[in-house]
């Protein structure tokens, strides 16, 4: 016989590892490690849903006929790490091996390649993309550009398309998706569920081992098994997508989900399936009950950017994490970790990130890791800090979005220019401004924005490796054409604002 590892993010009765073990002989080995819930400060929601769903899909694998190995945390007999685990469970089992399907982060590939019995990973199969298929695409191409990787997953899923063209004649809508923040929302925001007794043992489980933690664990309202993830997506698909492509990047100081799906966490653990969601969503624009602009912005960030962004990782191996091309050194600032802040969007969308375990993507693209690439923050301190937070948080899928897009530490591999802004574009896209301690539309003097201070400062510093960027010539331009008294005065408060953060002053 053989063990089959199931780790928490591979909930999945489809799993490669399941599909290919023998329900008669092989034993199917869980665990609740202390490793994996703290070689980064986990959001204790994160850990709670993790080890609640992993309780009930052990359950489930029992109801159908797997003998199931389940280690709960605070067993006694815990080896505290997945490999210690591994290796108890094969000598009290007599196992001839591990079979397991490819975790999604190196940290956990490797140490499971080094173990001292015999082992044998298989592809993870419930994405849609392969490495292979991706260094195919990615193979004598200048630049990996996600939008011409989502045209081809386009085509290969047939999602949203007619014949061979897209539907509507066009493969983007992206333009039609950035209205500011609407004046009031219509949709009630995600599906909240009430703990069962399941979820209540490990929420007193984990208030216990990681109350110190960052974050706040109740109220506590995630799906934590399929059912419970399906009806969350068809409560959203009928409610809330229909104005999820309006207002996808607006942020609101009072909602903090707006028209968002909220379904990261359940796509990445495996509660939903990729494919599934996004037909489901195809099928309400086929049907007329959501625009074409909402349905194709949510199947592109599924198809497009989830599976690009994977292939990346895999891709770039494992130094990527440690990749730092702008020489960023300053420490993450303590207002990450919930520390006052007299900037409102940072205090909201961080706040937000305090009691759910959740932000949507402009709060973690253009509020936080702008922030944090505009005041040059060590890029692995960032990615510790995202990975930590967010329950929806796997290296595979964080890595990328932090190091690459949101902090161009990997050279420009994903992003053509750095995503950088002043204080105006969030003014434009919430309203978070207006109940600042800041003033958005002061660029210099005690009240100005440190948005306004901090983008021409970073632009300054970093000239000589921007300047002749295509798409931030404009930009360069502006700058010189300032005053240089004004420039030297931006520059001047720029770097006094920088020295009281690194301080440790309230900024």
């Not at 402009?362 to 509020?367: E, K, N, Y």
């Amino acid at each position: 016989m053989r063990l089959v590892l199931v780790l928490g993010d591979q909930l999945s009765p489809d799993l490669s590892a399941l599909q290919k073990a023998d329900k008669d002989s092989d034993v199917v080995v869980m665990a609740e490690v202390a490793d994996e819930a703290s070689y980064v400060p986990h959001h204790p929601k994160k850990i709670a849903f993790l080890f609640a769903a992993m309780r009930k899909f052990a359950a489930r694998l029992q109801g159908d006929g797997w003998q199931v190995a389940y280690t709960k945390l605070d067993d006694s007999d815990n080896a505290g790490s997945i490999t210690g685990e591994l290796l108890r469970r094969a000598e009290a089992y007599d196992a001839a091996g591990v079979v397991y399907t490819e975790p999604g982060e190196w940290r956990l590939i490797n140490a499971l390649g080094d173990m001292p019995i015999k082992t044998h990973s298989l592809p993870d199969t419930r994405f849609l993309v392969s490495h292979q298929m991706f260094d195919d695409w990615a193979e004598g191409r200048k630049a990996l550009r996600m939008e011409y990787f989502y045209r081809e997953m386009r085509r290969k899923t047939g999602l949203l398309m007619d014949g061979d063209d897209p539907a509507g004649g066009k493969w983007n809508y992206d333009h039609e998706n950035r209205k500011p923040a609407p004046d009031e929302v219509e949709f009630s925001g995600p599906m909240q569920f009430t703990p069962d007794d399941v979820v209540e043992e490990v929420l007193e489980l984990v208030a216990a081992r990681f109350g110190d933690n960052f974050g706040t664990l109740r109220p506590f309202w995630f799906a934590t098994d399929t059912g419970q993830a399906r009806q969350h997506l068809a409560h959203w698909l009928k409610d809330g997508l229909p104005k999820f492509g309006d207002f996808q990047d607006a942020m609101l100081d009072d909602n903090r989900f707006l028209y968002h799906a909220i379904i990261g966490l359940y796509l990445n653990a495996g509660l939903l399936n990729p494919l599934e969601v996004c037909k489901k969503a195809e099928e309400a624009y086929r049907n007329g009950d959501a625009p074409l602009n909402a349905v194709e912005g949510f199947i592109r960030q599924i198809i497009g950017w989830r599976e690009y962004v994977r292939g990346i990782y895999f891709r770039e191996g494992p130094d990527y994490v440690t990749r730092n091309a702008l020489n960023h050194s300053r420490d993450l600032p303590p207002a990450y970790w919930g520390a006052e802040t007299k900037m409102n969007c940072m205090a909201k969308s961080i706040g937000q990130t305090r009691d759910e375990a959740y932000a949507h993507h402009i709060q973690r693209l253009m509020v936080t890791g702008n922030f944090a690439l505009l005041a040059g923050i060590d890029p692995a301190q960032v990615h510790e800090w995202y990975l930590a937070v967010y329950a929806d948080a796997y290296e595979w899928v964080e890595a990328p979005n932090v190091i690459g897009m949101s902090q161009f530490a990997d050279d420009g591999i994903i992003a053509s220019k750095p995503y950088i802004s002043s204080g105006n574009y969030i003014h434009k896209m919430s309203d978070y401004c207006g109940s600042c301690a800041y003033k958005v539309k002061d660029k210099t003097g005690p009240g100005a924005c440190p948005f306004n201070l901090l983008y021409w400062h970073f632009l300054d510093r970093h000239r000589d490796r921007f300047a002749g960027n295509p798409r931030m010539g404009n930009m360069y331009r502006v700058w010189d054409r300032m005053d240089a008294d004004r420039r030297e005065t931006v520059l001047t408060e720029a770097a006094a604002f920088l020295a009281r953060m690194e301080a440790g002053e309230t900024v």
